[in-house]
């Protein structure tokens, strides 16, 4: 029992599962392609009647009422993450071999106190949403055998039995490879090996002599080992923001146990819990819990963090929550030999949050026309860092008055003669119309509910002075003047 | 003052603007215009559409088209006289030939050269002025303005001035008036117009959006700044340029100066060229009375009356040349040994009997000549040609093209339009709907514009569109406005338009998808219109299946001579009788094989009937029921009026063909043989229900006065309605009789080169070669397997009733290595696989299949033993490839494949088997399922199920809803119907499902076997091969 392998099946799914909480206990299928060439790639047990490889379309058919999803990155890393602090209580060797897959070096180790622990971890794991299937054997390449078939510990001994009777597609052969072997009617490991390697190397050439020696478990290799985790932290963006505090506990919960995990596979505690929600106005609650008693105690944790999240009262959505243990036995380093003058190196973005606080998001920044015939609109964006370079003049530069916008455009009564305006009431603007120009048109948005419509006239009043006036739906602004 | 508009696009600028030319002109007439200069980009797509749409609403329609330059401005050009016309055609057909669809460029070149008779405006932002004017300023603007001056002259040139109450148009505006005065040209008002009406204008920008592959949301300016660009009259433009009075003066002006419409193309169609001394009527005579001595032995009495009456009126007509070059073209192919016949209205006449055009005898059928030929007629008089399709069907249309050239031939377009779930797919994209919301629709209404018996908004809400959805009003109301606008232009399926001289001086032409093909920019009712000819050479699976199976008798030394069947033979008629008809053409669907138990055909003509009655026409003129219980003496015959009997006695009082009310409208309402002609049009019209209702009107006028009862004019009328809605003339239904009886008496008589024939001309029909063969095998015909040693390239016959399938059925081998491999084995046969890999130069997968597919066992002894020796193989530059894998394929450490493995690997490779159908090796785990053949001995309103492969679901608009599904097992085919509501409760489960289990009651009218499904589900655990289904309406 040299390695084990640390195994999480349909892991995309179950990431998937773990971080949304509606999901459980419903028929539930990962789909990856577009359109109608979407196809099923993992498929919860609730959904009867449904496989990998399976149409989306035939999915919807086969179980009514499923819930097709797309695979979330951010849900994977972070159950990898927790995958591998499992992984690091049992070896420092760690081997990160795929998406919910791990590989531990376990040379040196205790083989009864190891599978004990095992199976305490496949335990726990299953518990925090995450099952899986921890195989042990002599070289790596059995003890991933050795995982898919274990329910959920198996240590292999007699390797040349355990092969025999394993699908081909453990061994991963190439589409080309398969579809010869299926020819051939060649469905085993042991179907394979019983072929002699030479003729099978004859006919598909070495990557076919490669496909025999993992049908036969011969091939060996060297982990490329991971360091355990450094920082004790853990992050999550909610997509559509969340408002109540619920989202949050399970999410803190998700994050506890692999913090604690973390924590005790580098044989540290965490004395202090940082807890920042991100909001949706951009700003930011933060609190500190100095822990009573430092620990990796999961419940204890969520007891402070729960507590607090119970009052908390923010005055915009959260759209993101990060959590952070402060390890009681911090590394050595010699602090503040690299600290800059600023402390906090984004203070200009801080002020300027702080500002839009105050006056309004889309108070603050530098404004940049839409792509759109909607007239004076604009959206401000943040300054940017660099100076853009000067555009060509323009073949037309704009000639006549300027516009001298108001803002907020001047509310103003018109009565019209003829279809033209005649006179301006009420307001900062009275007047007899002497001349007037237009009218411009212009609409958009149509396939919208908030649809629009303008029609624009400049027009000079016999008291003197040009203005700008447009009427949209129904009501009439003076939108400036021209010099 | 009056106003026209003189540079209007349609939506056959495709992409570009939102209106049909109808439209346009409806909106023209409203205002008041007189005329209207319709300009399409790069075309004149829309020109008779305008001309004739105009002609009715008193609008003068206006030829024009935007030209695309090489410098990628756009010149808009008006047609003033006919040889600017056909300079027009020209440049346009130069253009479009050189280049890959859509990417012609007009050279200015070019344009000096063709510019005789045409008028060019300068333009709106794409124009050469005014785009110069954006990108180079006022200089730039000026050289390009000179260059159009230089080219057309001040008489020729309108500097166009538009007014859109934009910001900023009257800078540009001044420049232009200015430039104009300077250099003394005038100018003109336009609007540039888009689209008829204001809210229209949402169209073009979904099109905008179609044509940058881009979103409402995302594109921006690049949409309409306002719905300014619509048809505006004389009030509206006058006092938009009323400081430019004479700009919209102008308008009138130039329409005026504009001599030329559509009503002068001057199109001629090609003579004949005839013996010296021999003029084309006396020409088509001599030919014509030879060929009738040969059929009929002697030419007297009836026969000679009726030729030399028709004769008499192909001469009048002046369209002896026409029947010439149709009767030569047959010649050409029956010269090269393949088959041809004419269908259609054709059949009507002994002129195209006596020249061996058509194949029915018109005056022993008493069919009515006016259906094809009357004094009156204006427009060619159709005749199409049926030919085995594919390559010798080709063979005739390159032939066209040898004898009149690429530019005095070419295919009749085929205008796309926007349809059902096409259009919401495409619009709700643009409306920014999501994909997969989009995909679960085309998932839900799979198979093609299923009829639907929900409304579209109800189908989006299945789809997971919500009702509260912010956009479905405006998707809705959009594809409301694009349904039925043209999408692109296809080719139709063999119409084939001539004429003397160049055709691209009468229509633009362009290259076709196909190579080797043109086409021309004009759909069959455009041709029709311009009084332009069009033979139509159409392709026929059946024929090219009936051309395989004579030559396949004749090669095994039993010749048939289809033209000399016995029309009488009783077990032709007794499997017709049975509904035995998989394979047979026209009576083969499950609608046929419903009514020919009923139907009981005993004689030709009862075939003939059956082929015209189960068509929308008859069925939606509730033809079907009163015939067939008149026939089986449930009803008494009959009939609406007294003088019908001798019209409507045939069909027992009943109408079901063209022809009858040609002849009710003569006999009955007085209809001259002009007006029988006006109504024939009318009935085959399918764009203008106004035009068929005002004849609806007239006929029913006529039948009042001529004293006919009001419940007989009501049942006539809707019999003529319904004929709009697809009916068979009697002619064409006797062709096509004359076909399936062909078909049915190989069947009987041939049923080994019957099947082998319908193998080898796939696709064709209803049924997929997995079904056909299981119909074969039903039948006594065995199969064999496909084999390197025995196989030829298409399936042969083998004694009379096997049939050796042929290597060309196994997929992913190329024709080439076919080929390559039957001359090696001519060489001589394979001693040994090692042999026939040395010898035959095929790819890796090839060979793969080839072993995979059993066609190597005679060989390796078994699939298996195959593919393991064919891996060792390593192409002909093997260095080892004088060691003899076949040694090594004796030793072959593979296990022979099982039953269910072999079937897999049929389908995998053949898409068939020629084994028993995969259902028996289910049906031991189908406990308590009837097979199809049970199904005869369960007593009708039994609950029972069924279980089988889908091969066909079909959803006429006709059945309301109803969804008509076959199942096939290894007895037979079943039936089930499906309710509307259970449709749409398992409507993906019906829709996706290759093989389903239904159960419901079992309905048995006379002999006619349905389940009427109440529960369906589908059978994937059953592990069945997928086979193909025919879906349809």
Redesign the interface.
């Known amino acids: 029992m040299n390695y084990a392998v640390l195994l999480v099946p349909d892991f995309a799914l179950r990431a998937l599962q773990r971080s949304d909480p509606s999901l459980a206990g419903r028929a539930v299928a990962l789909v990856a392609g ?3 060439t ?1 196809r099923v790639t993992e498929a919860s047990a609730e959904a009867r ?1 449904v496989a990998p490889g399976l ?4 999915a ?3 179980c009514p009422g499923i819930v ?1 999803r797309q695979r979330e990155p951010e849900s994977e890393v972070e159950a990898h993450r927790l995958l591998l602090a499992a992984a690091f209580t049992l070896s420092p060797r760690v081997e990160s071999t795929g998406s919910g897959s791990c590989t531990v070096d376990l040379r040196g180790a205790d083989r009864t106190r190891t599978e004990a622990l095992m199976r305490l971890r496949a335990a726990e794991l299953a518990a925090s949403g995450l099952p899986p299937r921890i195989g042990a054997g002599a070289t790596p390449l059995l003890a991933a055998y050795a995982a898919r078939c274990a329910e959920p510990v198996l240590v292999v001994d007699d390797a040349a039995e355990f092969l025999k009777p394993l699908p081909l597609s453990f061994a991963a052969p190439a589409p080309g490879q398969e ?2 072997l299926r ?4 469905m085993t490991l042991g179907g394979l090996t ?3 390697k030479a ?1 099978v190397g ?3 050439g070495s990557e076919g002599v490669l496909l025999w020696e993992r049908a036969a478990g011969e091939t060996n290799r060297v982990l490329r080992l991971v360091e355990p985790a450094r920082s004790f932290a853990a992050q999550w963006a909610y997509e559509p923001p969340v408002e109540s505090t619920e989202p949050l506990l399970f999410k803190m919960r998700r994050f506890a146990e692999r913090i604690a995990l973390e924590l005790r596979g580098a044989g540290m505690v965490a004395e202090k819990l940082s807890l920042t929600l991100l909001l949706e106005d951009e700003t930011d609650h933060r609190r500190e819990f100095r822990l009573p008693e430092p620990g990796a105690d999961v419940e204890g944790w969520l007891r402070v963090l729960g507590g607090h999240l119970a009052t908390v009262r923010t005055e915009a959505r959260v759209t993101g929550v990060r959590l952070v243990a402060a390890p009681a036995r911090p590394p050595e380093m010699q602090e503040g030999l690299f600290d800059t003058g600023l402390r906090d190196g984004a203070s200009f973005w801080e002020n300027l949050a702080r500002v839009a606080a105050i006056v309004g998001d889309d108070r603050v920044g530098t404004p940049e026309l ?4 909607r007239p004076d609109a604009f959206v401000m964006r943040r300054p940017l860092e660099s100076v853009t370079p000067r555009l060509a003049e323009p ?2 530069p704009a ?1 006549g008055p300027t516009l001298r916008r108001f803002r907020p455009p001047w509310p103003v009564e018109v009565s019209c003669e003829g279809g033209m305006p005649a006179r301006l009431e009420g307001g900062r603007l009275e007047g007899r119309v002497r001349a007037a120009l ?7 948005d ?4 908030e649809n629009w419509e303008q029609e ?1 006239w400049q027009v000079e009043l016999s008291g003197g002075g040009i203005y700008q006036i447009a009427r949209s739906a129904g009501a009439w602004r003076v939108e400036g003047m021209l010099d | 003052m009056a106003y026209v508009e003189l540079h209007a696009r349609s939506a056959f600028s495709f992409l570009r603007a939102g209106s049909l030319p109808e439209s346009l002109v409806r909106e023209a007439g409203r205002l008041g215009m007189a005329a209207l200069g319709l300009c399409d980009r790069d075309g004149v797509y829309g020109a008779v559409r305008l001309h004739m749409s105009g002609k009715e609403a008193g609008v003068r329609a206006l030829v024009g088209s935007e030209l695309t330059m090489e410098d990628g401005s756009v010149v808009p050009v008006l047609v003033a006289t006919r040889a600017g016309y056909q300079a027009l055609c020209g440049l346009l057909t130069t253009v479009h030939l050189r280049a890959e669809k859509g990417e012609g460029r007009v050279g200015w070149a070019e344009l000096a050269e063709a510019h005789h008779g045409l008028v060019a405006l300068t333009g709106d932002l794409e124009g050469p002025v005014r785009g110069a004017w954006h990108a180079g300023g006022a200089r730039a603007a000026e050289e390009a303005g000179e260059r159009l001056l230089r080219i057309f002259g001040r008489e020729h040139l309108y500097v166009e001035i538009q007014r859109h109450r934009v910001p900023g148009e009257e800078r540009e505006n001044t420049f232009l008036v200015d430039w104009a005065r300077a250099r003394g040209l005038p100018i003109l008002a336009t609007n540039g117009v888009l689209h008829a009406a204001p809210e229209d204008g949402g169209v073009v920008d979904v099109f905008t959006c179609l044509r940058h592959h881009t979103t409402l949301d995302a594109a921006g300016r690049r949409l309409s700044l306002n719905r300014e660009r619509h048809l505006k009259g004389a009030p509206e433009m006058e006092a938009l340029f009323a400081d430019l009075p004479e700009a919209v003066l102008n308008t009138e002006r130039l329409a005026g100066r504009i001599e030329f419409t559509l009503s002068n193309l001057g199109y001629r169609f090609p003579d004949h060229p005839v013996p010296a001394g021999e003029s084309q009527d006396s020409f088509l005579r001599k030919m014509t009375l030879f060929g009738a001595q040969q059929r009929y032995g002697s030419v007297v009495g009836n026969v000679r009356r009726q030729i030399e009456r028709e004769l008499a009126l192909i001469a009048k007509l002046g369209f002896s040349g026409y029947f010439l070059i149709v009767w030569d073209l047959c010649s050409f192919a029956r010269e090269r040994g393949s088959l041809v016949q004419g269908r259609g209205s054709a059949a009507n006449s002994a002129v195209c009997y006596a020249l061996g055009i058509t194949a029915v005898d018109p005056i022993e059928s008493k069919l009515l000549f006016e259906r094809f030929l009357s004094e009156g007629r204006t427009d060619w008089p159709d005749i199409d040609l049926d030919l085995p399709s594919g390559e010798r069907r080709e063979e005739l249309i390159q032939e066209v093209y040898r004898r009149y050239g690429r530019r005095g031939a070419a295919m009749t377009a085929n205008v796309i339009t926007y349809r059902g779930r096409s259009t919401i797919r495409e619009v709700g994209k643009v409306f920014g709907f999501p994909d997969d919301a989009l995909d679960r629709f085309s998932s839900l209404y799979h198979g093609g514009d299923l009829p639907q018996t929900i409304k579209l908004g109800e189908q989006l809400r299945m789809a997971g569109v919500p009702d509260s959805h912010p956009r479905l009003l405006a998707l809705l109301d959009t594809c409301r406005r694009v349904k039925g606008l043209p999408r692109h232009l296809g080719q139709h399926s063999g119409g084939m338009v001539l004429s003397a001289g160049n055709l691209s001086e009468f229509v633009p032409l362009e290259n076709a998808r196909m190579p080797g093909r043109s086409v021309l920019q004009w759909d069959k009712n455009d041709i029709e219109d311009m009084g332009m000819l069009k033979v139509d050479l159409l392709g026929l699976g059946m024929m090219a299946a009936l051309q395989d199976a004579v030559e396949i008798c004749a090669r095994r030394g039993r010749p048939v001579d289809l033209a000399r069947l016995p029309k009488d033979d009783p077990a032709v008629f007794r499997m017709l009788q049975e509904a035995d008809t998989i394979g047979i053409f026209q009576v083969e669907s499950r609608a046929q094989m419903s009514t020919l138990p009923r139907m009981k055909p005993e004689t030709f003509y009862d075939l003939a009937v059956e082929v015209a009655i189960i068509r929308p026409g008859p069925i939606q003129g509730d033809a079907v029921n009163p015939y067939l219980k008149r026939r089986s003496g449930e009803e008494p015959v009959t009939y609406p009026d007294e003088r019908a009997r001798p019209i409507l006695e045939r069909t027992l009082g009943v109408v079901l063909f063209q022809e009858q009310i040609l002849r009710l409208a003569m006999e009955l309402g007085g209809f001259t043989a002009a007006e029988a002609d006006e109504l024939r049009r009318a009935i085959g019209f399918t764009r203008s229900q106004e035009r068929l209702d005002r004849m609806k009107a007239r006929l029913e006028l006529a039948f009042r006065a001529n004293g006919v009862s009001e419940p007989a004019i009501a049942y006539l009328v809707k019999s003529l309605a319904s004929f709009a809605l697809y009916g068979f003339p009697e002619s064409h239904a006797i062709s096509f009789a004359l076909i399936a009886y062909a078909s049915a008496w190989l069947k009987v008589h041939h049923p080994g080169a019957f099947y082998a024939s319908l193998l080898n001309c796939q696709p064709m029909g209803f049924y997929s070669p997995a079904s056909l063969i299981q119909d074969g095998r039903r039948h006594g015909v065995s199969f064999l397997p496909v084999c390197v040693q025995a196989s030829d390239a298409k399936s042969r016959v083998d004694g009379d009733t096997t049939v050796r399938l042929g290597l060309e059925s196994v997929r992913g081998v190329r024709r080439q290595a076919v080929a390559s491999l039957l001359q090696a084995r001519g060489e001589r046969p394979f001693a040994s696989l090692g042999d026939f890999l040395r010898r035959v130069d095929l790819g890796a997968a090839e060979r793969r299949a080839l072993a995979g597919a059993g066609a190597l066992n005679a060989l390796a002894g078994h699939r298996r033993s195959a593919l393991w020796t064919v891996e060792a193989f390593h192409g002909q530059d093997d260095l080892f490839r004088d060691t003899d894998p076949a040694a090594e394929g004796e030793l072959s450490p593979l296990e022979r494949m099982t039953l269910l493995e072999r079937l897999h690997a049929d389908y995998t490779h053949l898409s068939l088997t020629a084994g028993a159908h995969p259902m028996r090796l289910a049906r031991p785990l189908l406990e308590g399922v009837s097979t199809a053949a049970g199904l005869r001995d369960v007593p009708a309103g039994a609950r029972v199920r069924i279980c089988g492969s889908v091969i066909t679901r079909q959803r006429p608009g006709t059945a309301k809803g109803f969804c008509f599904i076959t199942l096939e097992d290894e007895t037979g085919l079943a039936n089930a119907i499906v309710r509307p509501r259970l449709f749409e409760e398992a409507r993906l489960v019906i829709n996706l499902e290759p093989a389903l289990l239904i159960t419901g009651r079992l309905q048995n009218e006379k002999g006619v076997i349905h389940i009427m499904a109440e529960e369906i589900s589908g059978m994937p655990e059953l592990g069945l091969p997928e086979q193909s289904s025919h879906d349809f309406r």
């Open positions: 577009e359109g109608r979407a009647g149409a989306a379309t035939l919807m058919s086969r097709l579809a010869i020819g051939w009617g060649i019983a072929l002699s003729e004859a006919r598909m839409l792509d759109t015939h073949v037309h000639c237009g009218p411009w048109r212009a609409s958009g149509w396939w919208k509910p624009t």
